[in-house]
């Protein structure tokens, strides 16, 4: 990196002495890009401030290193129901492993990142810390744990770990004055259309693919995307920015006897603040433990000292019917700073961008929840059910490598997507089929009923008769007595499952991952045993072997 080819002087605690001598590295394990792009960031910082550092994905990181780093900083996420990501499976494994070393000379930093609606918050960031300390290894900084609204946390964190490592580092004679750092990412000009910067695109059809009797609102979307330049691979999410809707808004600052017009620090107005950029519709722990300490209200606190009650609670309420049941006093401000960031929805991508040319297409369950006589919905969701034609809406591609079909047209996939889990198979049956794929494909699809919840079911017909679809199994799990679920037919077909496994299929799970995708995995498991002869944890192994290879790939939410 060249350190000094600017002359701009900043103030003289930023003045560091380039070329120090330990290396530093930045180990980093996401499963989609988040991870990485904070990795890079802090590389990028602590390069600039004159330390060497090598930034590497676990991925591509031979474990056997570890034993020789002093310093390791780790940038790890955790997503769905607490786990890890792909690329961090085999150095997690080895890490718990009876081959880790020990690691008395390492000095490290975590960066978890999470999402804290969910329960196992920042899970595999908390084990990857442990170990490294059971291990011997002592924490440059506590762990800090980040939310889906992570920046703050992660400026401070990155600041503070450059202070740290420099004050370690020996004082060398050179002293070099930095450059000004630019804000704009290296890459800029290559990058179309991102989180910060969506595309406005506009609603083809949004249309109601359940039936009119059917328990579930779901809903086939069509957007255009225009001539923008903006390119998708089957697997791939899109991120789309919704605002809360101004009726919740004018409820809650009704509540809270709060004026919406006034204006706060950012020259917006608080009722602006509320629907552009703060999250209402997912509670979350945090938010609820803040809201009982100004409630102060027996029956909440009892809630909020109880982990299972409030996780409970956290996933069937919404900010304003925990404002309602328990009220209390907050300023604006305070409510401003209470509330977590809204970010952007992503939804498995449904189309192949080779088939559809300039559209995107997404498969959206509307989220509505009545309670107490009134319905509550789920921001995007709300508003991608009831688009009409025209409605603009702001979008990105929300890469996802670790959900992507195999290389080789010839091999066989096995895809299990439930519900709305289907979406990224449609996307990848008619990339196949583009692609004149010769590889078998077998879908196993769920719902309540046959009648109004087969979800694209001229579609796959279509596939079926015409072969770009070898094999279907389903599962209508309320059309009998007794629950029928996908991992049901898996089970059934066990030893078919097994013998397309070992001739080198890939298998993809889509959908939900409190439940199904659990199931799912234990169910893969009792087929391992059965039919490969192994015990659990052997099973595991295979498992984890084939995450690794990158031939069992989760999209779970
Ligand atoms: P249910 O609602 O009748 O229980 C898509 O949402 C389908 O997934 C539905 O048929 C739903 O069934 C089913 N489902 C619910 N829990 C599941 C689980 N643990 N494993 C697999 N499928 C499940």
Known sequence: ANFNQSSHTRASNDVVNAQHSETVTVLYGSQTGNGRGVAEQAAEQLTQKGLAVNLVSMADYSVRKLKNESLLVVVVSTHGEGETPDDAITLYQYLNSKRAPKLDNLKFSVLALGDSSYEHFCQTGKDFQQRFIALGATELQPIVECDVDFQALVDKWQQQLSETLIDLMPSGAEIVPLPVQANEQANSQTASFTKQQPLEAEVIISQKITGRDSGKDVRHVEIDLGDANLAYQPGDALGVWAENSELLVDELLNNLQLNGEVILDEGKSLKQILMQDKELTILTANVVKRWAELADNEALNHLVDDTIQLREYVTGHQFIELVQAFPANITAQELVALLRGLTPRLYSIASSQDEVENEVHLTVAKIAETRKGVTRYGTASKCLSEAQEGNKLRVF?????????????????????????????????????????????????????????????????????????????????????????????????????????????????????????????????????????????????????LRSDKRYQKDVY
Request: aromatic share 12%; with cysteine.
């Open 397 to 545: 591609v929300e890469s996802n490598p670790h959900f992507k079909l195999p290389e080789n047209p010839q091999t066989d996939v096995i895809m299990i997507g439930p519900g709305t889990g289907i979406a990224p198979f449609r996307a990848f049956i008619q990339q196949r089929a583009v692609d004149e794929a010769n590889g078998k494909s077998w879908l196993f699809f769920g719902n309540p009923h046959v009648e109004q919840d087969f979800l694209y079911q001229t579609e796959i017909q279509q596939w079926l008769k015409q072969g770009q679809l070898t094999q279907i199994d389903l599962a209508f799990s309320r059309d009998q007595a007794e629950k029928i679920y996908i991992q049901h037919r898996l089970a059934e077909q066990g030893e078919q499952v097994w013998q397309w496994l070992q001739s080198g299929a890939h298998l993809y799970v889509c959908g939900d991952a409190k439940n199904m995708a659990k199931d799912v995995h234990q169910t893969l498991i009792d087929i391992a045993i059965q039919y490969g002869g192994f015990d659990e944890q052997q099973a595991e192994d295979y498992f984890n072997q």
